[in-house]
């Protein structure tokens, strides 16, 4: 990095590669060559059959093409998160840029109100985004030293108004079942480009906390967590340090799980400043963004709204939010499934 040393990286002019100057200056025809360019990278733009992989195609109209091979017809989003749009290349550009500039997420009627368009277009357009960026975590394994822990959120009761009519919340018997609990394992080695894996389940428990480890870390890796027993189990799979923060935050040999408590800081700042809520369906998708944006951290706006580029372009039509208005939407979560490859499903 050139950036002077002590420097925070926010602060630098390297974070800041894409101003909203060189946005707005973008026209239409532009955007759309741009995402062809993302769709297309190896033939700097010339289409490909999504269906064939087949080089010889011709327009056919305006944004369309055929294919000399199989025939079919495709545009530059088929296939892709954002097939069947309607929003103009300018729009869906502007939107991932917005996005990207946001640390701890976008509010869905934030960028309703930016874009000019319907708080469901842009609600499903960022999920879109969110689900494209989900998917990273499928063959995610992590290495060297993995911290490991769990955060609840949600499911808020609001307190009788008679301290005697108050009851204890934290009993299991008064909860409502909207309180989830985010289970997160990050990487650490110093580098600030580590990686960071989510799931939601329902509780701390032994189970998930094994089935997670075992297919998300290597095997070669330490896993560092604090002294809940649900993390018991874990030395029969990797080394298996513990840190007891009754008795101190970081042991005398520095093992502590800062690390990934500085994550959960992350989710509980987008949860209180940004969203104000997550929806108990739509909460992986939330905390997989939100991890996106903690690993990516170090990186200029312009280099994090390519990445969405790419990750929008490269991967498959959505099936839970292309229609969504429609009917569809995703099946409800099975937070007991600790065996499913772990994706928004």
Not at 47 to 58: F, Q, R, S
Not at 264 to 287: E, M, N, P, T, W
Request: proline residues 4%.
């Amino acid at each position: 990095m050139k950036y002077q040393d002590g420097q925070h990286f926010l602060m630098s002019p390297e974070c800041r590669d894409m101003p909203i100057r060189q946005l707005v200056q973008i026209e239409e025809e532009e955007a759309y060559a741009i995402f062809r360019q993302f769709r297309w990278p190896a033939t700097s733009g010339d289409p490909v059959c999504p269906h064939c992989g087949v080089l010889d195609c011709y327009a056919l109209r305006r944004r369309a093409f055929k294919c000399s091979g199989c025939r079919r017809e495709f545009s530059v989003t088929s296939g892709t998160v954002f097939a069947f749009h309607k929003l103009s290349f300018w729009k869906m550009l502007a939107a991932i840029w917005m996005s990207v500039n946001a640390v701890k997420g976008k509010a869905a009627l934030h960028l309703s109100r930016e874009l000019g368009v319907q708080y469901k277009t842009a609600w499903v357009l960022s999920f879109k985004i969110k689900e494209a960026l989900g998917l990273r975590r499928v063959d995610m394994k992590l290495e060297g030293q993995v911290q490991m822990d769990g955060k609840y959120a949600g499911g808020h009761i609001k307190p009788e108004n008679k301290a005697e009519e108050r009851i204890d919340r934290r009993l299991k018997k008064y909860q409502n079942m909207k309180r989830l609990c985010v289970l997160a394992l990050r990487e650490k080695n110093g580098s600030g480009f580590e990686r960071t894996f989510t799931r939601i389940v329902r509780e701390e428990q032994g189970d998930a906390a094994w089935a997670t480890v075992r297919d998300h870390v290597s095997r070669d890796a330490t896993v560092v967590t604090d002294e809940h027993p649900s993390y018991a189990d874990l030395a029969g799979l990797n080394e298996h340090r513990q840190v007891n923060h009754s008795e101190a935050y970081q042991t005398e040999d520095g093992t502590n799980t800062n690390h990934v408590e500085s994550f959960f800081s992350r989710i509980q700042r987008a949860y209180v400043g940004i969203h104000h809520r997550f929806s108990l369906k739509y909460f992986d998708y939330y905390v997989a963004d939100i991890a996106w944006r903690e690993d990516n951290r170090r990186k200029s706006n312009g280099q994090l709204a390519a990445l969405v580029l790419f990750a929008v372009m490269l991967n498959p039509t959505s099936r839970n939010f292309c229609g969504y208005w429609q009917g569809n939407s995703p099946p409800d979560p099975d937070f007991e499934d600790f065996d499913r490859p772990f994706a928004p499903a």
